[in-house]
């Protein structure tokens, strides 16, 4: 009998529903919480870490968490290439199970006159129409001499001043700091100004202004114009702010056979290298890999250049909505003298009754980011996302997913997603994966199935050299499971040994439909994704998972 055919009982890997899962379900959290009541805000399902003042023990513990599914970009009639308003847009997330929701409009000239005050009017209209979901106010921030920026804080006094402020200060669009190319006279002036914006912004933080405020680099590969040194110039300016990048951008319906063109690829990423881009990517950079950005799937890639230096760099998705596939809206007309630049809005969309061009799902339809909070609000969303608490799936493929890295010599629940944990040299380790399939069809009325988990590990070597490498020549798949036929709640249990170096593991997984050999070689990654032929993706049928990293500190002997 192979492996895939034993029972859960009779594989030593796996344990089944309910032995040791650590993760709270959402259902759960609301309810501790008292969403319909006044004091959900600041309940919490920490358990607070016990005051030392000796040295700092090995190992690690994390508190029990739940799950909230949310989307970080996302656009309405305040930007200047979308259609729909901000209830549209609420109440299609909270049809998709959302319990968060960024609105990150585009800067330009109408909306930095006119734009954030006139929106905040209307998020306060959708977060009173959609008690449920907790709704951030963000912007879409073209970042000097490189792609876009999410940037987003929680519900206060200054959050439109926040947007408003630096987006007229520091937004490339706006100053005509768009150039990038190497070698040219504004690039150095430009690179820096994105470097001092995203200081600015922590600096905001730090004196109280904003309570929060988090940053995220939006469809990295798509112009090839965001360089590795670049991308580690500003997650080193404020880690705690500039905290990762979209592992997997929008536009996932761009490639539906027959819907764009024979030429469509998911995600848009449709571009070829320009002197704006840097040109050590190489021409396959520009296509996605199982719906993700080059710099996510290839393993050994860029993502995983940036985590072997022992930073925390997140990976997210979302939905960019502008167009939804299928949709029947059109733009409205406009009213005589009025346009984008003199009021900062679009006029509300109209229905045709007859499906309208487009690239995008609503959010949550196919794209989530799932974090782990220990309470239900806007900053422990946010807290959640810093610490790297963060999966994200595409087609709804799981419904649940807690990582545990225990040393074996421990009785707690280790770390999970973000976290550290420190060991000594030979220790042996375990990764506790907790995996809840989906047990509901997704909104293709597909009842999605896992097909298999790798695991990642990479060596931990500090701060490389060469700021613009986008290499980390030791990190491969150590192992894959195969969990076709599994259903339920399970636990796999994979061993692992400290060696002499501090290192990370993180995880993938998805359907089984495509796969091949990864980027960089079958012996990195023998069964990795793979880009879909020209105008040929089916999203749907071609869905996968990725976690954050756990870090393991070697400390000794």
Known sequence: MSEQQLPAWADPDVSP????????SRRQLLHRAGLFGAAFAAGSLATPAAASSGPRPLGGSDPRLAYLVGDHHIHTVYSHDAKYTFSQLATAGEKFGLDWMVFTEHSNFGHAQFGAPLEHAEILKARAENPRQLIFQGLEWYIPGAEHCTVFSPPGLHEVDLLTRFESAYDGKLLGYTEGSAGA????????????????????????????????????????????????????????IMIGMEGAPGAQGAAIPGWRGATSIRGEYENKPTAQSWQGYPADGYLTYGGFDWATATVGGLWDSMLA?????????????HRIVFDTWKNGDWPAG???????????????????????????????????????????????????????DHGHLLDGLDVRLTRDCDFGRGVTLGGRLRVRRGEKLTLNITVTTASRLNPQGILPELAHVDVIRGAVRGPVADRDTWKAPDTKVVKSKDVTGRTGTYTLRVPLTAGDESFYVRLRGSDGNRHGAGYLGAAVDP????????????PWADTWFYSNPVFVDVVGH
């Open 17 to 24: 529903a309910g032995l040791d899962a650590q993760g709270v």
């Open 527 to 538: 069964h990795g994704p793979i880009p879909h032929a020209p105008g040929d993706g089916d």
């Open 338 to 392: 009025q346009n984008f630049d003199n009021t900062g809005k679009l006029p509300d969309p109209v229905n045709t009754d007859t499906p309208q061009p487009g690239s995008d799902f609503w959010p949550g339809q196919f794209s989530r980011t799932h974090v782990g909070v220990t309470g239900y609000g806007y900053r422990a969303v946010m807290a959640g996302m810093r610490a790297g608490r963060v999966w994200l």
């Open 309 to 321: 230096e022992g930073s925390l760099f997140s990976i997210t998705t979302n939905s960019d909505a």
């Open 185 to 240: 006279a504004d690039t150095a002036r430009n690179e820096a100004h994105a470097v001092k914006a995203i200081k600015w912004l922590a600096e905001q933080r730090r004196t109280g202004y904003v309570d929060d405020v988090l940053v995220l680099a939006n469809h990295p590969m798509r112009l090839g114009i965001d360089s590795p040194h670049e991308m580690r110039g500003w997650r080193d300016a404020a880690p705690e």
